[in-house]
C-alpha cells in the first residue's frame, strides 16, 4: 500500500479549508469587518443557532450579543455584513437586489417577495399596486367590516356560553376570511368554524418551524419537495415539509381554479386579486400556475399569519395592561359622538391616534419577517462609519456586491430608539416630535424601501376594525401570560414558546 499517496488524499482537503479560512480571515474583501473569527470563515456558526441551538431560530438574540461586543458593523457569515444603525436603514434597503437565501426555506422563489433582481421585482410589483392601494382597500370595507361583525358576534357567542375563546385562533380566522375573499372572491368560512381555524393555525406554526433547516440545507429539502407525488403525507418527510407542500398545493389548486374559470372573464366589476392578474398585461409566463402559486402561497400564508400575529400581541396587552384599553375606549367613544350616534367609518377610525399607536407597538412587537433580509448592489461601493462601540469613526468599505442587512429584532428593540423596549407602550407613537418620526422611519415590521410589504393598507384597515370589536368587550386573559406572545424563535417570522395554545380569554359580556 502506498501510504504517502493516501496521506496526501487525506490532508489536501484539509490544506483546502485551511486555504480558504485564511483568505477569508485576511484577504477577503470583508477581513476588516469586526465581529468574532469563526463567521467570517464559515456559515456554519450562523446554520449552528438557526437550526439547532436551543431548538433553533436564535440567531436574530446572538447577532444582538454580538453587536454589543463588536459594535454597530460585525460579519454574520464570510460574505455578508450585518448593520445595527437605524442611521444606515435607507442605504441597506434602497433600490437593490435581493439575495435568494433570504427566505429560501419558504419555497416561493418566484413570488413577488423573493424576486430577486430589482427590474422583474418591479414588474411584479407594479402589477400588483393598484389592487392594494388606499382606494382598493375602501373598495373592500363592506368585506372588512362583515369578517368584523363575524368577530363580534363570536365573542357575544362566548360570552354568553361562559366558554373561554381562544383569540389567536379568532384573529387567524379573521385574517383568513378576508385575504381569500380579496385574493379568490371566496373564502373557507373559518370564522364560522373555529376549530378548523385553530388546525390551520398550528399547522402553519409547524410549517413555519422548519423554515431554518430547509432555508440551509435548500437542495435536500426541494430533493424531497420534487418527490412528493411519492412522500407526500408519508412518516418518512419531516412535518413542517409534509405542511409546506400540503400549504402550497392547496395554493396551486386555488390558482389552477381561477385560470380555468372562463366564465369570469371580464375586467373589473369588483373581481378578486388573481382574476385580475390572470387578465392582465403582464406577459405570459409571469401567469403560469407555478408563478401565480408562488405569488398565491406567500400572499396566503404572509396576508393571514402576520395581521393575526399583530392582534393576538394587542390583545394580550389591551388586556393585561387596563390603562391601554381604558383610553382606547375614551377614543372609540369620541369617534362615535362625533359621527352623532352612527357607526364610526373606516376612514375615521384609521386616523385615531390612540389606536394606530396600539398597532404600530403590536407591529413593533410581532417585529414581521424576522430572517435576515439581504440586499446588495451589483455594481455600487458603499461605506459606513462605526457610531458607536469599540471601532466607533472607524470607516469600512463594502464593495459592489456586498450582502447587508438588518434584522428586526436588533431595529425593534434598540434601546436609543424604544428606551424600555420589551415594554408595551403604545404613548411612544404619540405626537410629531422628532423621535416619534424617526421611530416610524426606523419601523421594519412591513419591510422597508422599494420592497416593503404591499398590503400595509389591507392590514391596518383589518387591525382597525377588529380591535374596535375587541374593545366593545369585557374580557379577561385565561390560562395565559407574556410567554404566550414574545419573541423566542426565529423561524423567519417570530414565535412563542412552542408550547403555546396562543391568547385565551373569558368573555363577561359586550360593554353598552
Known amino acids: ?20 479560512a485564511l483568505y477569508r480571515l485576511f484577504f477577503h474583501p470583508l477581513a476588516k469587518i469586526p465581529g468574532p473569527w469563526l463567521p467570517a470563515v464559515t456559515s456554519l456558526y450562523s446554520t449552528y443557532y438557526d437550526c439547532f441551538y436551543q431548538g433553533g431560530g436564535q440567531y436574530p438574540q446572538k447577532l444582538k450579543q454580538l453587536h454589543a461586543e463588536h459594535g454597530p458593523i460585525i460579519r454574520p457569515v464570510p460574505s455578508e455584513v450585518h448593520i445595527s444603525d437605524p442611521e444606515f436603514l435607507d442605504a441597506i434597503y434602497a433600490m ?21 433582481d430589482y427590474a422583474l421585482h418591479r414588474l411584479r410589483r407594479d402589477a400588483l399596486n393598484p389592487y392594494f392601494s388606499a382606494k382598493a382597500v375602501m373598495d373592500l370595507q363592506p368585506i372588512l367590516t362583515s369578517k368584523a361583525d363575524m368577530l363580534a358576534a363570536i365573542l357575544s357567542q362566548h360570552a354568553e356560553s361562559k366558554e373561554p375563546l381562544n383569540l389567536s385562533d379568532a384573529f387567524f380566522a379573521f385574517s383568513n376570511d378576508i385575504l381569500r375573499s380579496f385574493s379568490f372572491g371566496s373564502d373557507n368560512g ?14 402553519l406554526a409547524s410549517l413555519l418551524m422548519g423554515v431554518p433547516l430547509q432555508s440551509h440545507f435548500k437542495t435536500p429539502m426541494r430533493f424531497l419537495g420534487g418527490s ?15 405542511e409546506m407542500l400540503a400549504f402550497r398545493a392547496r395554493a396551486r389548486q386555488d390558482i389552477e381554479a381561477v385560470l380555468a374559470d372562463k366564465a369570469n372573464d371580464r375586467k373589473g366589476s369588483g373581481r378578486s386579486l ?50 391601554v384599553t381604558r383610553k382606547l375606549r375614551g377614543e372609540l367613544a369620541e369617534a362615535r359622538k362625533q359621527a352623532s350616534g352612527s357607526k364610526t367609518s373606516l376612514n375615521s377610525l384609521l386616523v385615531l391616534p390612540y389606536l394606530g399607536a396600539i398597532i404600530h407597538e403590536a407591529n413593533r412587537l410581532s417585529f414581521g419577517v424576522t430572517g435576515r433580509m439581504r440586499r446588495y448592489s451589483p455594481t455600487q461601493t458603499l461605506t459606513y462609519t462605526a457610531s458607536y462601540g469599540p471601532y466607533k469613526d472607524t470607516t469600512y468599505t463594502l464593495p459592489p456586491g456586498t450582502q447587508m442587512n438588518t434584522v428586526t429584532y436588533c431595529t425593534h428593540t434598540n ?24 421611530r416610524k422611519r426606523c419601523m421594519m415590521a412591513f419591510g422597508k424601501g422599494h420592497r416593503k410589504c404591499l398590503g400595509i393598507s389591507l392590514a391596518n384597515a383589518a387591525m382597525c376594525l377588529a380591535l374596535t370589536a375587541l374593545a366593545m368587550y369585557d374580557m379577561e386573559l385565561f390560562e395565559t401570560d407574556e410567554s404566550d406572545v414574545k419573541f423566542k ?20 359580556g359586550r360593554l353598552e
Not at 96 to 114: F, K, P, Y
Not at 193 to 203: F, N, S
Request: proline share 8%; with cysteine; hydrophobic share 35%.
Open 274 to 323: 388573481f382574476y385580475e392578474l390572470r387578465d392582465s398585461s403582464l406577459p405570459p409566463h409571469e401567469k403560469t400556475v407555478s408563478r401565480l402559486q408562488d405569488e398565491a402561497t406567500l400572499l396566503v400564508m404572509a396576508g393571514t399569519e402576520s395581521p393575526a400575529k399583530t392582534l393576538t400581541i394587542a390583545s394580550f396587552y389591551m388586556l393585561s395592561l387596563p390603562e
Open 415 to 438: 434601546e436609543a430608539l424604544f428606551p424600555d423596549p420589551w415594554r408595551f407602550d403604545p404613548e411612544r407613537w404619540l405626537g410629531q416630535s422628532e423621535e416619534v418620526n424617526t
Open 228 to 242: 412528493m407525488t411519492l412522500l407526500q403525507g408519508e412518516p418518512a418527510l419531516p412535518a413542517a415539509l409534509r
Open 190 to 203: 373559518l370564522l364560522s368554524e373555529l376549530p378548523e381555524a385553530h388546525r390551520q393555525r398550528e399547522d
Open 1 to 20: 500500500m502506498d501510504y504517502p499517496y493516501l496521506l496526501v488524499a487525506a490532508t489536501a482537503p484539509l490544506c483546502w479549508l485551511g486555504c480558504i
Open 96 to 116: 437593490r437586489d435581493r439575495n435568494s437565501c433570504s427566505a429560501g426555506g419558504l419555497m416561493v422563489d418566484q413570488s413577488v417577495g423573493l424576486t430577486e
Open 489 to 508: 424563535y426565529d423561524n423567519q417570522i417570530s414565535q412563542p414558546k412552542r408550547d403555546s395554545k396562543g391568547v385565551r380569554a373569558s368573555v363577561r
